[in-house]
């Protein structure tokens, strides 16, 4: 019930975040696969959003004229188009990001330091986990 509740209160928080920054959800969305992701294909950020490759490139479309992204080759196979964020245009949307997350720690900052360090140590590995599960889903694509 906590992951449930973790996971709709993030979306309610992103959705927040894209608002203040005048991106759509899956615009907004699309960028944090960006960030994290680099390089990323369209393919598998359609794959990641569940869009069509229509919808998908409509989206990325619009991230790029507004300079988010661009697209260049793939650094392990030139045949490839990956996209890029641009940082310098990010900045704004990654402090947003940041500033959301100091809130939150600065809410925990008084509970037990032991605690802390359980609960990073979880967060750390969770991560750890869900990053390699998301990347290996990219290696099998579903049609």
């Known amino acids: 019930m906590m992951g449930r509740q973790l996971d709709v209160y993030a979306e309610a928080g992103k959705y927040s975040l894209a608002e203040n920054v005048g991106l759509t959800l899956n615009e907004y969305k699309a960028l944090e696969f960006i960030l994290e992701l680099n390089p990323l294909s369209p393919g598998q950020l359609a794959q990641l959003l569940n869009l069509s490759a229509s919808g998908a490139s409509a989206l990325i479309g619009r991230l790029e004229q507004a300079g988010y992204i661009h697209r260049s080759r793939h650094p392990a196979d030139k045949r490839m188009v990956a996209l890029y964020p641009d940082l310098k245009q990010c900045r704004q ?9 100091a809130r939150a720690i ?3 900052a008084s509970h037990n ?15 750890a986990s869900l990053r390699a599960s998301a990347l290996e889903r990219l290696k099998h694509k579903t049609d």
């Open 93 to 101: 949307i990654m402090i947003s990001m940041e500033e959301s997350a």
């Open 113 to 127: 330091p032991a605690q802390l360090i359980a609960i990073y140590d979880f967060l750390f590995n969770s991560i």
């Open 106 to 108: 600065e809410r925990t």
